[in-house]
């Protein structure tokens, strides 16, 4: 079935998922295939330049020549940036399953950094600390409060390996935590309990303005619609008590249940204008880039100065702040490069065809909407086409080690179209799925997938 499409009320979910890309940049709409189109990158001596720089990788696992190299490239950092293009294939976070392994073994990666909230995390991080249990590692994943795209056998698989690891090298742990900041309700409700346990007086002051966040049908909600339960007012006076729960915490001498209280504070400060009387009509690049820069600050955090990898999607990986008609949105890559320097380093995925898992645009606002295959092939003026132009095989590229040449000079400040894609995207392709960001300094690496197939669910 195609969907047509159609104009929506804006919201964050409506403002995300046409693709991802807009956590890079605000929407700009460019041509379709069949329109008079420039081909914005794929000069003959960038192409050529990108074809001798290519590092091919034979099979996506741990031992192939092409993934080691990859991963001794990465292994520089102190965290690495892994991204998708996205929310809903297999070959891409394949990939990042398979770079992670290699990076434990082989370069003392110690912290995996998961586009994911805290409690969801930490029920996987338990199950991969080799901790007794009767569970397999596919019901970890399929009952952990995680979001449903990371409820893969990709995931599955990567947490069995990594308790495997964790069981015999204990003096080498790996964590699995968590950086993003939608689950205020449980979040606020734990650092709350936390501070009831040393000064139920000071608890007692908090618990009305938190109460609205903490009823049953709160705590059950997805957090954007929690914030639907809300008034403005109310949200208000919840961030205010979070604030007030953070300063308390850190007072009583527990720094991690302040820290949890922060994350509660962050999912309502990100969500300002989603209340149900908000007014979205006052967002802006900078709320927009909200979650965005405390998932980067939350990476700095947990991640304790310990090699550490983020994963998540090539839009919030990507490290510098984007210009043009975005300009004043923050992705997490860029807190990460502004913080860490070249101590971040940047992978994103790309791809020639795909057949990928989304939900369809009209159902986004559904809780349980099911998701279906949506299918997309490369586009002339695409970094997709570029990639795909210079190699028929999954390859790697070093973009940040390219010969400075004018034609390489050019290609960086010259506009690209990004064909990404989130949790939701239309059936059909549509014009503004494509967003034109000039490359300069916001990817280091890159990989292109001949053909990207759908996740593999549990």
């Known amino acids: 079935m195609t969907l047509t499409h159609r104009h929506v009320p804006l919201s964050r979910r409506n403002f995300l998922l046409a693709s991802a890309s807009v956590a890079i940049v605000s929407a700009c709409a460019t041509s379709v295939p069949g329109e008079d189109q420039p081909e914005l990158a794929a000069t003959p001596s960038m192409a050529g330049t990108l074809t001798a720089a290519a590092v091919p990788i034979f099979s996506l696992t741990p031992e192939d020549p092409g993934v080691a190299s990859l991963a001794s490239r990465l292994a520089g950092a102190r ?8 929310h809903g294939s297999h070959e891409d976070a394949l990939l990042k399953s398979a770079l992670i392994q290699a990076l434990v073994q082989d370069h003392d990666l110690r912290v995996v950094l998961l586009e994911a909230n805290r409690t969801g995390t930490a029920q996987l991080d338990a199950y991969a600390s080799a901790a007794p249990t009767g569970l397999l590692a596919a019901d970890a994943v399929r009952q952990a409060p995680v979001f449903r795209i990371l409820k893969t056998e990709v995931m599955a698989d990567l947490l069995s ?3 495997g690891w964790n069981a015999v090298n204990g ?3 790996v964590r699995v935590i968590g950086v993003d900041c939608q689950a205020s309700s449980q979040d606020a409700g734990d650092a709350l309990a936390a501070l009831a346990a040393v000064n139920s007086g000071a608890a007692e002051a908090l618990a009305d303005a938190l109460a609205p966040i903490l009823t049953p049908d709160a ?10 339960q809300l008034t403005s007012a109310q949200r208000l006076a919840a961030e205010s008590a979070c604030r007030s729960l953070e300063a308390e ?8 249940a ?6 509660a504070w962050q999912g309502l400060n990100a969500f300002e204008h989603e209340t149900s009387d908000g ?14 820069v405390f998932m980067g600050e939350n990476a700095i955090t947990l991640a304790k100065g310990q090699p550490a990898v983020f994963w998540g999607h090539n839009s919030h990986v990507a490290g510098g702040r984007p210009g043009g008609d975005s300009a004043g949105y923050v992705p997490s890559g860029a807190v990460l490069r502004e913080r860490l320097g070249t101590d971040y380093i940047v992978l994103i995925q790309d791809f020639a ?7 369809p645009t009209a159902e986004t606002l559904k809780p349980d909407a099911p998701q279906v295959a949506v299918q997309r092939v490369a586009r002339p003026g695409t970094l997709n086409a570029l990639l795909a132009s210079v190699s028929k095989t999954t390859s790697w590229f070093d973009i940040a080690r390219l010969p400075d040449t004018a034609a390489v000079r050019d290609w960086r400040a010259a506009p690209i179209g990004l064909d990404w894609y989130g949790y939701a995207a239309s059936e059909a392709p549509q014009p503004q799925d494509l967003l034109n960001v000039a490359p300069r300094s916001l990817f280091d690496l890159m990989v292109i997938h001949p053909k990207l197939t759908p996740s593999r669910m549990l």
């Open 79 to 86: 965290i690495a940036g892994l991204g998708e293009a996205t």
């Open 161 to 163: 390996w990594l308790r």
């Open 171 to 173: 003096d080498r742990p």
């Open 219 to 228: 705590r059950a909600a997805r957090h954007d619609l929690m914030l639907k």
């Open 249 to 256: 915490l850190n007072s009583a001498g527990l720094p991690d």
């Open 258 to 263: 302040a820290f949890t209280a922060r994350r």
């Open 279 to 292: 007014d979205m009509t006052r967002a802006t690049p900078e709320y927009w880039s909200r979650r965005d």
């Open 353 to 359: 065809e795909a057949s990928f898992l989304a939900i």
